[in-house]
């Protein structure tokens, strides 16, 4: 969908915050055998990036067009397979600390750009062709930059769309201005990027030595300028809403590759006290906040790339080094179902296109949008933005998806929204999910009508009606029930 792919795609490369926290958990995971639940980490950080740009954050901020009361913090956590990233890290021999000398806090952060940069080869198993241009910069500097980079490439109309059609799914509220929260998203929290088009890697620092969290925001920036030289990147289909799923998929793979490179890094070139340090950063308390008062779809998309992202590359890498990864770059995943399931990535499954709905009389479409497995489970983690709502086992859920779209349709003033989407072959439960899910999403809406094929409702605002036949899902939003019924046939 076009706002979770965009406000993804705002910070395509940065993971630092998250990966500390993971390596703090994966250091007890590696000297107790203990895997960690998700209460057992607090303080985490989280990062993003920009298109094309690669940036790392810390979370983004409230809207202030947000009146719904914040949700309980989203755990990065939970959504990583711990037990196969501590597989990861154990693949590669490496001890806690081995390269932990010198000392790269201490050293001028000039200097730590050179050997950060032969520890990502050595690590990563490739070799720059060319030397990185880089700079330092202080943080008012990078929101400007990063704010800046944005919003360029986002406009009012787009983002006027995108709030529309989330507000109609019950994931936002409404007339919520997506660029206000992107730039209060981005404000203060971005710790780096890497920007493909010059080539150049920005870091933010307080001083002339480098703290324990920028030096791997270095080695997680380092990485994409090395993978940029020596395989360069998939095309991520930037401006085309169609194929946003797969372009936040193809971001899955770039951040999981900067992720689990920094993750190797950090475990072995940082000292094991630097790596717990890290964890406690000042800036995760704020993160862990400020992720609380944005709408869960939002952080859901924010996350995906770094989180999903990094347990799709560890499996390829636990299937085959990194040749296996490397070759991710030259048959890119095709949907965020690839990156969730690796199995539909091995065996090439493509997303199926789904049959578009017909225009009513008096409508014009206004928009069009890919609607992915990633998209879906965001939605069942917290219908109508509360997490307390969501459904049982969202993933597992979303898995019954093979392909989807989202229209938005307007009448004047008036706005309706049809969700096509195609069930899986091998699943049978995605009508019941979806209804589930519009009933949690839209507690106050009424069944008006109920059939074995379809399910009518009238709410406050808008009228819906859900249609299941042969497997298709098609739901159909709109002020009037005999619209919401024509969108969904």
């Known amino acids: 969908m076009p706002s979770n792919d965009r406000l993804s795609r705002w910070l395509i490369a940065g993971g630092v915050g998250l990966c500390i926290t993971v390596l703090a958990a994966v250091i007890v995971v590696v000297a107790t055998g203990h895997v960690p639940s998700t209460s057992d980490t607090v303080n985490r950080r989280t990062s993003t990036q920009p298109t094309p740009t690669v940036l790392t954050s810390v979370g983004p901020s409230p809207s202030s067009s947000t009146s719904e009361p914040p949700q309980p913090p989203v755990d990065p956590l939970a959504e990583i397979d711990q037990a196969q990233l501590v597989a990861c890290i154990r693949a590669t021999g490496a001890l806690p600390g081995a390269h932990s000398q010198p000392d790269l806090t201490h050293l001028p952060a000039s200097h730590v750009v050179h050997l950060v940069a032969r520890a990502d080869e050595s690590v990563r198993q490739l070799h720059f062709t060319a030397k990185v241009p880089f700079e330092f910069i202080h943080q008012k500097e990078m929101d400007r930059r990063v704010v800046h980079m944005s919003l360029a490439s986002y406009g009012p109309a787009q983002a006027k769309s995108d709030s529309e059609i989330l507000a109609l ?52 920036e380092l990485d994409h300028a090395l993978v940029d030289q020596g395989l360069g990147f998939p095309s991520l289909h930037d401006g085309s809403a169609l194929l946003a799923d797969e372009s936040l998929a193809r ?238 046939l």
């Not at 717990?276 to 779809?297: E, F, I, K, M, N």
């Open 169 to 220: 799914l019950g994931a936002v509220p409404p007339a919520t201005d997506l660029r206000t929260v992107a730039k209060q998203a981005l404000g203060g929290q971005v710790a780096g990027f890497y920007d493909d088009r010059t080539r150049k890697l920005v870091v933010g620092t307080g001083g002339k030595q480098l703290s324990p969290s920028e030096v791997t925001t270095l080695a997680h």
């Open 251 to 488: 971001h899955a793979l770039l951040e999981g590759d900067a992720v689990l490179d920094q993750t190797f890094f950090e475990f072995s070139y940082l000292s094991v006290d630097q790596q717990l340090q890290t964890s406690h950063d000042p800036a995760a308390a704020r993160a862990d906040r400020q992720l609380a008062a944005v709408p869960h779809y939002l952080t859901a998309g924010f996350l995906f790339p770094y989180t999903a992202g990094l347990n799709f590359v560890c499996s390829l890498y636990l299937d085959g080094g990194w040749p296996a990864v490397d070759e991710a770059y030259f048959k890119p995943p095709t949907s965020t179902a690839q990156i969730m399931w690796p199995d539909r990535y091995r065996s090439h499954e493509a997303p199926v296109i789904p049959r578009p709905p017909e225009t009513p009389a008096g409508w014009r479409v206004a928009s069009r949008s890919a609607l992915g497995a990633a998209d879906l489970k965001a939605l069942f983690e917290a219908p109508g933005n509360d997490a307390a709502r969501a459904l049982h086992n969202p993933q597992g859920r979303a898995r019954a998806w093979a392909g989807g779209r989202v229209e938005l349709f307007r009448a004047g003033q008036q706005s309706a929204l049809a969700m096509d989407l195609v069930q899986h072959r091998h699943t049978h439960d995605l009508c019941s999910s979806i209804r589930s899910w519009y009933q949690r999403a839209f507690p106050d809406a009424l069944v008006v009508a109920r059939s074995h094929h379809e399910l009518s409702f009238d709410g406050t605002l808008d009228a819906a009606s859900i249609r299941c036949t042969r497997g298709d899902v098609r739901l159909g939003i709109a002020p009037t029930a005999d619209v919401a019924r024509a969108l969904a």
